[in-house]
Protein backbone atom coordinates (compact mmCIF):
# COMPACT_ATOMS: atom_id res chain seq x y z
CA UNK A 1 0.00 0.00 0.00
CA UNK A 2 1.28 3.74 -0.71
CA UNK A 3 2.78 5.96 1.85
CA UNK A 4 -0.38 8.50 2.65
CA UNK A 5 0.42 12.01 1.74
CA UNK A 6 1.64 13.75 5.46
CA UNK A 7 4.49 15.85 6.98
CA UNK A 8 6.16 13.04 7.83
CA UNK A 9 6.33 11.67 3.69
CA UNK A 10 7.03 15.19 2.70
CA UNK A 11 10.67 14.12 1.77
CA UNK A 12 9.53 10.50 -0.17
CA UNK A 13 7.49 12.36 -2.75
CA UNK A 14 8.31 12.09 -6.47
CA UNK A 15 10.98 14.86 -7.50
CA UNK A 16 9.56 17.41 -9.52
CA UNK A 17 6.84 17.96 -6.94
CA UNK A 18 6.53 21.55 -5.62
CA UNK A 19 6.04 21.13 -1.40
CA UNK A 20 5.91 24.09 1.46
CA UNK A 21 8.89 25.84 1.92
CA UNK A 22 8.56 26.74 5.54
CA UNK A 23 8.59 24.76 9.34
CA UNK A 24 5.47 23.65 9.77
CA UNK A 25 5.90 23.14 13.71
CA UNK A 26 6.94 27.11 13.86
CA UNK A 27 3.69 28.23 11.97
CA UNK A 28 0.75 29.79 14.15
CA UNK A 29 -2.53 30.34 12.70
CA UNK A 30 -3.84 33.69 12.39
CA UNK A 31 -7.11 32.76 9.87
CA UNK A 32 -9.85 31.32 10.47
CA UNK A 33 -11.12 30.13 7.01
CA UNK A 34 -15.19 29.87 6.54
CA UNK A 35 -16.23 27.31 4.29
CA UNK A 36 -12.88 25.18 3.28
CA UNK A 37 -13.88 24.01 -0.01
CA UNK A 38 -11.61 23.44 -2.86
CA UNK A 39 -12.07 26.97 -4.25
CA UNK A 40 -10.45 28.22 -1.15
CA UNK A 41 -7.67 25.35 -0.82
CA UNK A 42 -7.15 26.13 -4.67
CA UNK A 43 -6.58 29.81 -3.95
CA UNK A 44 -6.23 31.86 -0.10
CA UNK A 45 -4.77 28.48 1.25
CA UNK A 46 -2.06 27.65 -1.71
CA UNK A 47 -1.37 32.22 -1.79
CA UNK A 48 -0.89 31.92 2.02
CA UNK A 49 1.14 28.65 1.58
CA UNK A 50 3.58 30.27 -0.38
CA UNK A 51 3.94 33.46 1.50
CA UNK A 52 4.50 31.49 4.83
CA UNK A 53 7.92 30.63 3.25
CA UNK A 54 9.55 33.67 4.92
CA UNK A 55 9.73 32.88 8.71
CA UNK A 56 8.46 36.83 9.26
CA UNK A 57 4.92 35.93 8.05
CA UNK A 58 4.86 32.89 9.66
CA UNK A 59 2.09 33.72 12.10
CA UNK A 60 -0.66 33.17 8.64
CA UNK A 61 -1.29 29.82 9.46
CA UNK A 62 -5.07 28.89 8.32
CA UNK A 63 -7.49 26.89 10.43
CA UNK A 64 -10.48 26.03 8.30
CA UNK A 65 -13.73 25.36 9.24
CA UNK A 66 -16.60 23.17 7.40
CA UNK A 67 -20.36 24.77 8.54
CA UNK A 68 -21.76 21.14 6.99
CA UNK A 69 -20.02 18.35 6.68
CA UNK A 70 -16.83 16.43 8.02
CA UNK A 71 -15.47 15.13 4.96
CA UNK A 72 -12.71 17.57 4.33
CA UNK A 73 -11.70 17.44 7.99
CA UNK A 74 -11.60 13.18 7.60
CA UNK A 75 -9.56 13.49 4.48
CA UNK A 76 -6.97 15.81 5.87
CA UNK A 77 -6.49 15.77 9.43
CA UNK A 78 -4.32 12.34 8.54
CA UNK A 79 -2.14 13.76 6.08
CA UNK A 80 -1.78 16.36 8.77
CA UNK A 81 -3.92 19.39 6.99
CA UNK A 82 -1.33 18.72 3.72
CA UNK A 83 -3.16 18.09 0.26
CA UNK A 84 -2.04 18.85 -3.51
CA UNK A 85 -3.27 21.22 -5.46
CA UNK A 86 -2.85 20.18 -9.08
CA UNK A 87 -2.47 23.41 -12.10
CA UNK A 88 -3.90 21.50 -15.30
CA UNK A 89 -3.81 22.65 -19.08
CA UNK A 90 -3.28 21.43 -22.69
CA UNK A 91 0.39 21.94 -24.09
CA UNK A 92 1.34 20.97 -27.46
CA UNK A 93 0.71 17.76 -29.88
CA UNK A 94 -2.61 17.36 -27.48
CA UNK A 95 -0.89 16.66 -24.30
CA UNK A 96 -2.01 17.75 -20.36
CA UNK A 97 0.53 19.18 -18.56
CA UNK A 98 -0.20 19.03 -14.86
CA UNK A 99 1.92 20.50 -12.25
CA UNK A 100 1.54 19.58 -8.42
CA UNK A 101 2.04 21.47 -5.32
CA UNK A 102 1.68 20.25 -2.04
CA UNK A 103 -0.10 23.09 0.05
CA UNK A 104 0.86 23.28 3.96
CA UNK A 105 -1.07 26.39 5.09
CA UNK A 106 -3.30 24.44 6.76
CA UNK A 107 -3.00 23.78 9.97
CA UNK A 108 -6.23 22.03 11.05
CA UNK A 109 -10.09 21.79 10.29
CA UNK A 110 -12.98 22.09 12.70
CA UNK A 111 -16.61 20.78 11.46
CA UNK A 112 -18.81 23.28 12.64
CA UNK A 113 -22.21 21.19 13.86
CA UNK A 114 -19.76 18.65 15.53
CA UNK A 115 -18.01 21.56 17.88
CA UNK A 116 -19.75 24.76 17.28
CA UNK A 117 -18.00 26.59 20.34
CA UNK A 118 -14.86 25.46 19.02
CA UNK A 119 -14.95 27.57 15.92
CA UNK A 120 -16.81 30.82 18.36
CA UNK A 121 -13.17 30.10 20.23
CA UNK A 122 -11.24 30.22 17.05
CA UNK A 123 -12.57 33.36 16.16
CA UNK A 124 -12.36 34.76 19.20
CA UNK A 125 -8.63 33.46 20.00
CA UNK A 126 -6.14 36.13 20.49
CA UNK A 127 -4.11 35.03 17.91
CA UNK A 128 -6.85 35.28 14.98
CA UNK A 129 -6.54 38.51 12.78
CA UNK A 130 -8.58 37.69 9.71
CA UNK A 131 -11.62 35.66 9.01
CA UNK A 132 -12.22 34.44 5.67
CA UNK A 133 -15.16 33.36 3.65
CA UNK A 134 -15.62 30.90 0.50
CA UNK A 135 -19.08 30.11 1.30
CA UNK A 136 -20.53 30.17 -2.07
CA UNK A 137 -23.59 32.68 -2.75
CA UNK A 138 -26.07 30.46 -1.07
CA UNK A 139 -23.90 30.49 2.31
CA UNK A 140 -24.67 34.29 2.91
CA UNK A 141 -28.67 33.61 3.56
CA UNK A 142 -29.36 36.93 1.52
CA UNK A 143 -31.98 38.16 -1.22
CA UNK A 144 -29.74 37.78 -3.95
CA UNK A 145 -31.60 40.57 -5.94
CA UNK A 146 -31.60 43.21 -2.87
CA UNK A 147 -28.82 41.96 -0.44
CA UNK A 148 -30.69 41.92 2.01
CA UNK A 149 -30.40 39.04 5.00
CA UNK A 150 -33.47 36.42 4.20
CA UNK A 151 -34.57 36.71 8.06
CA UNK A 152 -36.93 33.54 7.26
CA UNK A 153 -34.11 31.71 6.73
CA UNK A 154 -34.46 28.71 9.29
CA UNK A 155 -30.51 29.09 10.17
CA UNK A 156 -30.78 32.86 10.64
CA UNK A 157 -33.65 32.42 12.96
CA UNK A 158 -32.02 29.40 15.08
CA UNK A 159 -28.68 31.44 15.23
CA UNK A 160 -30.40 34.35 16.79
CA UNK A 161 -31.33 32.52 20.05
CA UNK A 162 -28.40 29.90 20.01
CA UNK A 163 -25.22 32.16 20.66
CA UNK A 164 -23.49 29.14 21.30
CA UNK A 165 -24.19 26.60 18.81
CA UNK A 166 -24.98 28.54 15.41
CA UNK A 167 -25.42 27.08 12.19
CA UNK A 168 -24.86 29.95 10.04
CA UNK A 169 -21.45 31.69 8.33
CA UNK A 170 -23.18 35.15 9.62
CA UNK A 171 -24.15 33.64 13.16
CA UNK A 172 -20.73 32.45 13.38
CA UNK A 173 -19.18 35.36 12.69
CA UNK A 174 -21.70 37.50 14.80
CA UNK A 175 -21.60 35.21 17.58
CA UNK A 176 -17.57 35.04 17.48
CA UNK A 177 -17.11 38.31 17.48
CA UNK A 178 -19.40 38.77 20.52
CA UNK A 179 -16.77 37.03 22.40
CA UNK A 180 -13.82 38.90 21.44
CA UNK A 181 -15.91 42.12 22.42
CA UNK A 182 -16.52 41.18 25.17
CA UNK A 183 -12.86 39.75 26.40
CA UNK A 184 -11.80 43.04 25.44
CA UNK A 185 -10.25 41.67 22.29
CA UNK A 186 -9.16 43.48 19.30
CA UNK A 187 -10.98 43.54 16.18
CA UNK A 188 -10.40 41.14 13.16
CA UNK A 189 -10.75 41.86 9.58
CA UNK A 190 -13.65 39.80 7.67
CA UNK A 191 -12.87 38.74 4.11
CA UNK A 192 -15.31 37.73 2.04
CA UNK A 193 -13.85 35.35 -1.44
CA UNK A 194 -17.10 34.99 -3.05
CA UNK A 195 -18.61 35.70 -6.39
CA UNK A 196 -20.64 38.33 -5.05
CA UNK A 197 -20.94 42.20 -6.25
CA UNK A 198 -19.22 44.47 -3.76
CA UNK A 199 -18.95 40.84 -1.34
CA UNK A 200 -17.01 43.45 1.41
CA UNK A 201 -19.96 45.19 2.02
CA UNK A 202 -22.50 42.85 1.21
CA UNK A 203 -21.13 40.67 4.02
CA UNK A 204 -21.10 43.88 6.23
CA UNK A 205 -24.35 45.45 5.78
CA UNK A 206 -25.44 41.06 6.80
CA UNK A 207 -23.17 41.34 9.70
CA UNK A 208 -24.56 44.56 11.07
CA UNK A 209 -28.16 43.24 10.24
CA UNK A 210 -28.16 40.40 12.33
CA UNK A 211 -25.58 42.09 14.90
CA UNK A 212 -28.30 44.72 15.24
CA UNK A 213 -31.23 42.33 15.89
CA UNK A 214 -29.11 40.42 18.43
CA UNK A 215 -27.00 43.38 20.19
CA UNK A 216 -26.90 46.78 19.10
CA UNK A 217 -24.07 47.49 21.00
CA UNK A 218 -22.41 44.76 19.47
CA UNK A 219 -23.72 45.93 15.68
CA UNK A 220 -21.74 49.23 16.38
CA UNK A 221 -18.14 47.99 17.96
CA UNK A 222 -18.17 45.67 14.48
CA UNK A 223 -19.21 48.64 12.60
CA UNK A 224 -16.42 50.59 14.47
CA UNK A 225 -13.89 48.58 14.40
CA UNK A 226 -14.04 45.49 12.46
CA UNK A 227 -13.10 46.11 8.48
CA UNK A 228 -14.69 44.04 5.75
CA UNK A 229 -12.46 44.35 2.18
CA UNK A 230 -14.03 43.84 -0.94
CA UNK A 231 -11.93 41.25 -2.85
CA UNK A 232 -12.56 39.57 -6.47
CA UNK A 233 -11.12 36.21 -6.75
CA UNK A 234 -10.37 34.00 -10.40
CA UNK A 235 -9.67 30.63 -10.79
CA UNK A 236 -11.28 27.78 -12.35
CA UNK A 237 -11.39 25.04 -9.85
CA UNK A 238 -13.87 22.35 -10.93
CA UNK A 239 -14.71 19.57 -8.33
CA UNK A 240 -12.40 17.00 -7.85
CA UNK A 241 -13.24 13.20 -8.90
CA UNK A 242 -11.83 9.90 -8.35
CA UNK A 243 -9.67 9.68 -11.35
CA UNK A 244 -7.97 13.16 -10.21
CA UNK A 245 -7.19 11.61 -6.97
CA UNK A 246 -6.15 8.45 -8.00
CA UNK A 247 -4.16 10.27 -10.97
CA UNK A 248 -2.51 12.83 -8.44
CA UNK A 249 -2.09 10.10 -5.75
CA UNK A 250 0.11 8.15 -8.47
CA UNK A 251 2.02 11.02 -9.52
CA UNK A 252 3.15 12.24 -5.84
CA UNK A 253 4.05 8.63 -5.21
CA UNK A 254 1.86 9.18 -2.00
CA UNK A 255 -2.08 8.90 -1.41
CA UNK A 256 -3.54 12.25 -1.35
CA UNK A 257 -7.49 11.51 0.27
CA UNK A 258 -8.75 14.86 -1.42
CA UNK A 259 -6.47 16.75 -3.86
CA UNK A 260 -7.61 20.29 -5.63
CA UNK A 261 -7.78 21.03 -8.81
CA UNK A 262 -7.61 24.17 -10.85
CA UNK A 263 -5.90 26.02 -13.89
CA UNK A 264 -2.93 27.95 -14.14
CA UNK A 265 -4.54 31.61 -13.56
CA UNK A 266 -5.06 33.24 -11.04
CA UNK A 267 -6.40 36.42 -10.17
CA UNK A 268 -7.01 38.34 -6.38
CA UNK A 269 -7.47 41.65 -6.29
CA UNK A 270 -8.14 42.59 -2.55
CA UNK A 271 -8.81 46.03 -0.80
CA UNK A 272 -5.59 47.14 1.34
CA UNK A 273 -8.15 47.43 4.35
CA UNK A 274 -6.96 45.19 7.30
CA UNK A 275 -7.82 45.92 10.71
CA UNK A 276 -4.76 43.72 12.23
CA UNK A 277 -2.21 43.66 9.31
CA UNK A 278 -2.06 41.15 6.51
CA UNK A 279 0.15 38.59 4.87
CA UNK A 280 2.42 39.69 1.83
CA UNK A 281 -0.21 37.97 -0.24
CA UNK A 282 1.22 40.45 -3.20
CA UNK A 283 4.04 38.38 -3.50
CA UNK A 284 2.85 36.11 -5.12
CA UNK A 285 2.16 36.74 -9.24
CA UNK A 286 -1.84 37.36 -9.79
CA UNK A 287 -2.19 38.99 -6.59
CA UNK A 288 -2.88 42.86 -5.86
CA UNK A 289 -3.92 45.22 -2.83
CA UNK A 290 -5.78 47.98 -4.27
CA UNK A 291 -7.94 50.56 -2.98
CA UNK A 292 -11.16 49.89 -4.74
CA UNK A 293 -12.12 46.52 -5.67
CA UNK A 294 -15.65 46.76 -7.17
CA UNK A 295 -14.42 47.26 -11.05
CA UNK A 296 -12.33 44.29 -11.14
CA UNK A 297 -15.26 42.52 -9.23
CA UNK A 298 -17.53 43.96 -11.82
CA UNK A 299 -15.71 42.58 -15.35
CA UNK A 300 -14.97 39.48 -13.29
CA UNK A 301 -18.64 38.76 -12.59
CA UNK A 302 -20.00 39.89 -15.44
CA UNK A 303 -17.49 38.46 -18.14
CA UNK A 304 -15.90 35.16 -16.62
CA UNK A 305 -19.29 34.22 -14.35
CA UNK A 306 -21.59 35.62 -16.73
CA UNK A 307 -20.40 33.85 -19.29
CA UNK A 308 -19.65 30.48 -17.29
CA UNK A 309 -22.94 30.60 -16.64
CA UNK A 310 -24.62 31.32 -19.73
CA UNK A 311 -22.40 28.07 -21.02
CA UNK A 312 -23.24 26.15 -18.77
CA UNK A 313 -27.15 26.51 -18.96
CA UNK A 314 -27.49 26.60 -22.46
CA UNK A 315 -24.70 23.71 -23.10
CA UNK A 316 -26.72 21.47 -20.59
CA UNK A 317 -29.45 22.11 -22.60
CA UNK A 318 -27.91 20.74 -25.85
CA UNK A 319 -26.34 17.70 -24.27
CA UNK A 320 -22.77 19.03 -23.65
CA UNK A 321 -21.55 17.71 -20.27
CA UNK A 322 -18.55 19.82 -19.99
CA UNK A 323 -17.49 23.93 -20.07
CA UNK A 324 -14.80 22.59 -22.85
CA UNK A 325 -17.37 20.88 -24.70
CA UNK A 326 -19.85 23.53 -24.77
CA UNK A 327 -17.32 25.87 -25.33
CA UNK A 328 -16.15 23.82 -28.87
CA UNK A 329 -19.70 24.09 -29.77
CA UNK A 330 -19.49 26.75 -32.43
CA UNK A 331 -22.89 28.09 -32.05
CA UNK A 332 -22.07 28.60 -28.50
CA UNK A 333 -18.51 29.79 -29.20
CA UNK A 334 -19.80 32.69 -31.60
CA UNK A 335 -22.80 33.38 -28.63
CA UNK A 336 -20.29 33.69 -26.18
CA UNK A 337 -17.90 35.70 -28.06
CA UNK A 338 -20.86 37.99 -29.44
CA UNK A 339 -22.00 38.44 -25.84
CA UNK A 340 -19.23 39.55 -23.95
CA UNK A 341 -18.04 41.69 -26.88
CA UNK A 342 -21.03 43.45 -27.43
CA UNK A 343 -22.93 43.03 -25.10
CA UNK A 344 -21.25 42.77 -21.53
CA UNK A 345 -17.48 45.06 -22.04
CA UNK A 346 -19.82 47.93 -22.89
CA UNK A 347 -20.93 48.45 -19.71
CA UNK A 348 -18.15 47.84 -17.48
CA UNK A 349 -16.52 51.47 -17.30
CA UNK A 350 -13.16 52.54 -17.43
CA UNK A 351 -10.90 49.94 -16.28
CA UNK A 352 -7.22 50.12 -15.38
CA UNK A 353 -5.51 48.56 -17.58
CA UNK A 354 -8.44 46.07 -18.95
CA UNK A 355 -8.23 45.39 -22.80
CA UNK A 356 -12.04 43.71 -23.18
CA UNK A 357 -10.96 41.83 -25.99
CA UNK A 358 -7.63 40.62 -25.13
CA UNK A 359 -9.95 39.49 -21.97
CA UNK A 360 -12.17 37.84 -23.71
CA UNK A 361 -10.16 36.00 -25.79
CA UNK A 362 -8.22 34.87 -22.99
CA UNK A 363 -11.25 34.34 -20.97
CA UNK A 364 -12.54 31.46 -24.03
CA UNK A 365 -8.90 30.10 -23.93
CA UNK A 366 -9.58 29.42 -20.32
CA UNK A 367 -12.93 27.85 -20.53
CA UNK A 368 -11.42 25.37 -23.45
CA UNK A 369 -8.69 24.13 -21.17
CA UNK A 370 -8.73 20.20 -22.26
CA UNK A 371 -7.16 19.44 -19.12
CA UNK A 372 -10.58 20.75 -17.22
CA UNK A 373 -13.58 18.53 -17.77
CA UNK A 374 -15.57 21.23 -15.40
CA UNK A 375 -19.04 19.95 -15.46
CA UNK A 376 -21.94 22.09 -16.95
CA UNK A 377 -23.91 21.35 -14.36
CA UNK A 378 -21.88 21.84 -11.80
CA UNK A 379 -21.95 25.53 -12.39
CA UNK A 380 -25.76 25.70 -13.32
CA UNK A 381 -26.14 24.54 -9.68
CA UNK A 382 -27.79 28.09 -7.26
CA UNK A 383 -29.19 29.66 -10.33
CA UNK A 384 -31.09 31.86 -8.33
CA UNK A 385 -28.35 32.96 -6.32
CA UNK A 386 -25.90 33.83 -9.33
CA UNK A 387 -27.51 34.80 -12.30
CA UNK A 388 -28.93 38.54 -10.53
CA UNK A 389 -25.06 39.36 -10.35
CA UNK A 390 -23.84 37.40 -13.61
CA UNK A 391 -26.13 38.42 -16.02
CA UNK A 392 -29.07 40.66 -14.49
CA UNK A 393 -27.15 43.53 -13.49
CA UNK A 394 -25.33 44.11 -16.90
CA UNK A 395 -29.17 43.32 -18.59
CA UNK A 396 -30.05 46.19 -16.66
CA UNK A 397 -27.57 47.99 -17.63
CA UNK A 398 -28.02 48.26 -20.91
CA UNK A 399 -32.20 48.18 -20.75
CA UNK A 400 -31.67 51.20 -18.53
CA UNK A 401 -29.50 52.98 -21.81
CA UNK A 402 -31.61 51.94 -24.29
CA UNK A 403 -29.10 49.25 -25.66
CA UNK A 404 -29.44 45.90 -27.20
CA UNK A 405 -29.35 43.13 -24.78
CA UNK A 406 -30.23 39.95 -26.77
CA UNK A 407 -27.80 37.61 -25.88
CA UNK A 408 -27.62 38.74 -21.96
CA UNK A 409 -31.47 37.71 -22.24
CA UNK A 410 -30.69 34.14 -23.81
CA UNK A 411 -28.38 33.44 -21.04
CA UNK A 412 -31.04 34.17 -18.43
CA UNK A 413 -33.80 32.44 -20.47
CA UNK A 414 -31.04 29.53 -20.40
CA UNK A 415 -31.92 28.80 -16.75
CA UNK A 416 -35.44 29.23 -17.00
CA UNK A 417 -35.42 26.61 -20.07
CA UNK A 418 -32.63 24.17 -17.37
CA UNK A 419 -35.34 24.69 -15.26
CA UNK A 420 -37.54 22.07 -16.61
CA UNK A 421 -35.28 19.75 -15.31
CA UNK A 422 -34.77 17.70 -18.34
CA UNK A 423 -32.14 18.34 -21.43
CA UNK A 424 -32.73 17.74 -25.05
CA UNK A 425 -31.19 13.97 -25.20
CA UNK A 426 -34.28 13.71 -23.07
CA UNK A 427 -31.65 13.13 -19.86
CA UNK A 428 -33.65 14.15 -16.67
CA UNK A 429 -31.38 15.77 -13.95
CA UNK A 430 -31.85 17.63 -10.21
CA UNK A 431 -32.78 21.42 -9.79
CA UNK A 432 -30.33 21.96 -7.33
CA UNK A 433 -30.68 25.90 -6.02
CA UNK A 434 -31.81 26.88 -2.20
CA UNK A 435 -34.88 28.32 -4.19
CA UNK A 436 -35.79 25.29 -6.02
CA UNK A 437 -39.58 24.49 -4.18
CA UNK A 438 -40.41 28.47 -4.79
CA UNK A 439 -38.71 28.09 -8.25
CA UNK A 440 -40.78 24.90 -8.79
CA UNK A 441 -44.00 26.83 -7.93
CA UNK A 442 -43.60 30.07 -9.96
CA UNK A 443 -42.83 28.06 -13.06
CA UNK A 444 -46.13 26.04 -12.70
CA UNK A 445 -47.97 29.69 -12.17
CA UNK A 446 -46.42 31.10 -15.39
CA UNK A 447 -46.88 28.02 -16.83
CA UNK A 448 -50.43 28.57 -16.19
CA UNK A 449 -50.38 32.35 -17.36
CA UNK A 450 -49.05 30.84 -20.96
CA UNK A 451 -52.89 30.32 -22.17
CA UNK A 452 -52.90 33.58 -22.26
CA UNK A 453 -49.72 34.12 -24.37
CA UNK A 454 -46.11 33.42 -24.13
CA UNK A 455 -45.96 36.99 -22.58
CA UNK A 456 -48.15 36.65 -20.27
CA UNK A 457 -45.91 33.95 -19.21
CA UNK A 458 -42.65 35.57 -19.38
CA UNK A 459 -44.32 38.77 -17.11
CA UNK A 460 -45.21 36.33 -14.59
CA UNK A 461 -41.58 35.09 -14.40
CA UNK A 462 -40.43 38.19 -14.06
CA UNK A 463 -42.51 39.06 -10.67
CA UNK A 464 -40.15 36.26 -8.88
CA UNK A 465 -38.67 38.71 -6.63
CA UNK A 466 -35.52 37.04 -5.28
CA UNK A 467 -34.04 36.93 -8.50
CA UNK A 468 -35.41 39.81 -10.96
CA UNK A 469 -35.87 42.23 -8.37
CA UNK A 470 -36.67 45.92 -9.73
CA UNK A 471 -36.81 44.15 -13.51
CA UNK A 472 -40.99 43.32 -12.69
CA UNK A 473 -42.68 44.69 -15.33
CA UNK A 474 -39.82 44.98 -17.62
CA UNK A 475 -41.66 44.96 -20.87
CA UNK A 476 -38.65 45.06 -23.18
CA UNK A 477 -37.09 41.58 -20.73
CA UNK A 478 -40.89 40.21 -21.09
CA UNK A 479 -40.77 40.29 -24.39
CA UNK A 480 -36.96 38.68 -25.05
CA UNK A 481 -37.40 36.44 -22.58
CA UNK A 482 -40.59 35.17 -24.09
CA UNK A 483 -39.03 35.11 -27.72
CA UNK A 484 -36.15 33.02 -26.66
CA UNK A 485 -38.33 30.77 -24.54
CA UNK A 486 -39.96 29.60 -27.44
CA UNK A 487 -37.69 29.75 -29.40
CA UNK A 488 -35.69 26.84 -27.02
CA UNK A 489 -38.41 25.38 -26.09
CA UNK A 490 -39.53 24.55 -29.91
CA UNK A 491 -36.76 24.90 -31.71
CA UNK A 492 -33.44 24.07 -29.36
CA UNK A 493 -30.59 25.90 -28.11
CA UNK A 494 -28.43 25.33 -32.11
CA UNK A 495 -31.44 27.01 -33.86
CA UNK A 496 -32.24 29.58 -31.22
CA UNK A 497 -28.56 30.31 -31.15
CA UNK A 498 -27.97 30.34 -35.02
CA UNK A 499 -31.32 32.79 -35.06
CA UNK A 500 -30.30 35.43 -32.78
CA UNK A 501 -26.75 35.63 -33.93
CA UNK A 502 -26.21 38.49 -36.60
C1 LIG B 1 -18.33 29.06 -11.63
C2 LIG B 1 -17.26 29.70 -10.76
O1 LIG B 1 -19.25 27.33 -10.36
C3 LIG B 1 -19.45 28.43 -10.85
O2 LIG B 1 -20.52 29.01 -10.74
O3 LIG B 1 -18.82 30.01 -12.52
O4 LIG B 1 -16.93 28.93 -9.67
C4 LIG B 1 -16.00 30.03 -11.58
O5 LIG B 1 -15.35 28.86 -12.00
C5 LIG B 1 -15.03 30.89 -10.81
O6 LIG B 1 -15.71 32.01 -10.32
C6 LIG B 1 -13.87 31.31 -11.69
O7 LIG B 1 -13.12 32.26 -11.04
Known amino acids: MAVRLSPTSLALLAAGVERPAHARERLRPGIVHLGI ?287 PQAVGDPHLHALIDRMLNDEVAPTLGVVDGLDSRAYAAELMARFANPALPHRTRQIAMDGSQKVPQRLLNTLRDRLRAGQPATLLALGVAGWLHYLRGYDETGARYEIDDPLAGELAEHLALAAAQAQAGPLAEAACLLTFRPVFGDLEGNEALANLLARHLGALRVRGVAATVREVLP
Open 37 to 323: GAFHRAHLADVTDRVLADPAQGDWGIIGVSLRHADTRDALAPQGGLYTLALREGAAGGAIRERLRVVGSVLQVLVAPEDPRAVLERIAHPDTRIVSLTVTEKGYAHDPATGQLRWEDPDIQHDLDAPDAPRSAIGMIVHGLALREARGLPPVTLLSCDNLPANGATLRGLVLAFAQEYDPDLARWIGLHCTFPCSMVDRIVPRTTEADRARISASLGADDAWPVVGEPYLAWVIEDRFAQGRPAWDRVPGVRFVPHAEPYERVKLRMVNGAHSTLAYLGAMAGHQTV
